[in-house]
């Protein structure tokens, strides 16, 4: 399949009442953005500790909060899956804690498929409030996740700022990279947004970036909440002037929806005006002409976050 329609969400962190009311919202979204023709769904970083009002005394505290999402990420596992095979849908779920093989709490994004499968894609890169104050651990695999549109990556927020992460998923097939964000301020957005073109420009493929957004007091995890959805693409044939296909109203509730062609990955990094997903070996020589003691000859050397991850 390879025109898809894709809707990354602008996301409200709301005080719900209940786990009930806040699978009626999830619900209610994923119903609005079926409506509207979307068969690839992105819900925002951290989206997930939303749930964390069900109990506002417990949402106040950081590690407390952990540990009630946790509690419920069954049950919206599950709610996710229902709807990706009732309409046959892509979701990309708004990211939370979960526990990993090591035991440690990572910030989990879990992709659900039309025929129930479901994949995740651990953050691997930690943002200081993360490993300093919030002690949640970066992921230790980078994967490229099946869907019915090919391999699609994932690299959440601040993992975007790194170019080894989406390339590694570029390099497994993936022409769609997911950018699922929350970000406290317009800088923090900014960082993102340009970290997020650039993966579009070097790898020529499409990024997707989707945000929370709203102001959430009660919530520390996510108390700020600043940015806008949108589609990149490196800037060359069809692609706007600016590589931004489609962008929406900053700090906005609402779905941004774009029609996008994956046939035209090819074409980029076949017959673009430059080819920088071809010539990305080619930078080697320079890196490796700094005093680092690495072997002009061996530009694998370079790579060692491909042998530690993934």
């Not at 709203?214 to 806008?228: H, V």
């Not at 706007?240 to 489609?246: K, L, S, W």
Request: charged letters at 20%.
């Amino acid at each position: 399949m390879d025109q898809v329609r894709i809707a990354a969400a602008q996301y409200p962190i709301e005080l719900l009442p209940s786990y009930d009311a806040w699978e009626a919202k999830i619900s209610r979204w994923v119903t609005q953005a079926v409506e509207e023709g979307a068969q690839l769904l992105l819900f925002p970083e951290y989206a997930a500790m939303e749930l964390a009002g069900c109990n506002p005394a417990t949402a106040s505290d950081l590690q407390r909060s952990l540990e009630l999402v946790m509690a419920l990420s069954d049950r919206a596992e599950e709610l996710h899956r229902k709807l990706a095979t009732r309409y046959g849908i892509v979701i990309l779920a708004g990211s939370g804690p979960a526990v990993d093989e090591r035991g440690m709490i990572v910030n989990r994004a879990r992709l659900f498929c039309p025929d129930g499968s479901v994949g995740w894609q651990d953050k691997i890169v930690m943002t200081r409030f993360e490993r300093e104050i919030w002690g949640i651990a970066g992921g230790t695999q980078i994967k490229a996740l099946d869907t019915p549109f090919g391999p699609v990556g994932i690299s959440i927020c601040y993992d975007a700022e790194f170019p080894l992460i989406a390339r590694r998923q570029a390099e497994a097939g993936a022409r769609i990279i997911l950018v699922p964000s929350a970000t406290d301020n317009m800088q923090g957005y900014w960082r993102v947004r340009i970290g997020a073109q650039a993966r579009a420009l070097e790898n020529q493929c499409y990024v997707v970036q989707a945000p929370t957004v709203g102001l959430a007091p009660w919530l520390p995890s996510l108390d700020e909440n600043y940015g806008a959805a949108a589609v990149y693409g490196p800037p060359d044939c069809i692609t706007p002037d600016n590589g931004v296909f489609a962008i929406g109203p900053a700090h906005q509730a609402q779905w941004l929806m774009a029609d996008v062609d994956l046939r035209q990955v090819e074409k980029w990094r076949q017959g673009g005006a430059v080819l920088p997903f071809r010539h990305w070996s080619e930078q080697w020589p320079e890196l490796l002409a700094s005093p680092t003691g690495i072997a002009n000859d061996n530009p694998d050397e370079l790579c060692t976050l491909y042998d530690r991850i993934g």
